[in-house]
């Protein structure tokens, strides 16, 4: 962090850093180690503008998504101070990425709340619902789903990598192709299934 030593920043830059920790674990459901840099001058700091945030964080679940790493680097950022601790007021830019293990996107998809993606992958991908299983395999990535009257489920294997700011999913026998449903916000740049783990590198649009 750069910051110009002649100014009393300490106590305004722990106030931030405390009131930002604070927000961005309240926008999660379960957060483990967090680490986070401020980025800016002292002056800038005492103002409450900051030119961007690096934030470094393990064992985050997100909107029911289990996230291993989270590495994000926001644009410039604008704090309130408040007796209450500090405010955002308006919107910003972040980029950086995320990873989920295997078995962690396959219990995600099999929950409650993320159900509806994984029924509708196997709907598109191998024309079978429900869902029954995911399993990543080095850059590949399995899909299972019962069938009726057979005791063993049907498998297919697919690769994966970005396009048109989302991900698209493709099987390893033929050319068909299946954009994943994004939200407007977020662009996918990069995606790469490895060692058993999803990468995801992008962009996206932060609201307080």
């Known amino acids: 962090m750069s910051v110009s030593p002649s100014l009393p920043t300490g106590p305004v830059l722990q106030l931030i850093a405390s009131g930002l920790k604070l927000w961005i674990r309240s926008r999660c459901e379960t957060i483990g180690d967090l680490q986070l840099h401020l980025h800016g001058s002292g002056l800038g700091l005492l103002q409450g503008k900051l030119?961007?945030?690096?934030?470094?964080?393990?064992?985050?679940?997100?909107?029911?998504?289990?996230?291993?790493l989270v590495d994000l680097r926001s644009g410039?950022?604008?704090v309130n101070?408040?007796?209450?601790?500090?405010?955002?007021?308006q919107f910003f830019d972040v980029q950086g990425e995320v990873t989920i293990t295997g078995r962690a996107l396959n219990e995600a998809l099999l929950s409650e709340q993320w159900r509806w993606l994984g029924d509708w992958l196997a709907e598109q991908l191998m024309g079978l619902t429900p869902l029954g299983a995911l399993r990543i395999d080095n850059d590949q990535m399995e899909l299972q789903a019962p069938v009726v009257a057979h005791k063993d489920p049907a498998c297919r294997r697919f690769r994966l990598r970005a396009a048109q700011g989302t991900v698209l999913i493709y099987p390893i026998d033929d050319d068909r192709e299946t954009l994943l449903?994004?939200?407007?916000?977020i662009q996918i740049e990069?995606?790469?299934?490895?060692?058993g783990f999803l990468h995801l590198r992008g962009r996206a649009r932060v609201t307080p």
């Not at 449903?181 to 916000?185: A, L, R, S, T, V």
């Open 181 to 185: 449903p994004m939200d407007e916000g």
């Open 76 to 78: 410039p950022i604008q």
């Open 190 to 195: 990069q995606a790469e299934l490895q060692a």
């Open 81 to 89: 101070l408040t007796p209450g601790g500090v405010a955002l007021q």
């Open 51 to 68: 030119q961007g945030v690096s934030l470094m964080a393990r064992d985050v679940r997100f909107r029911g998504l289990p996230l291993q």
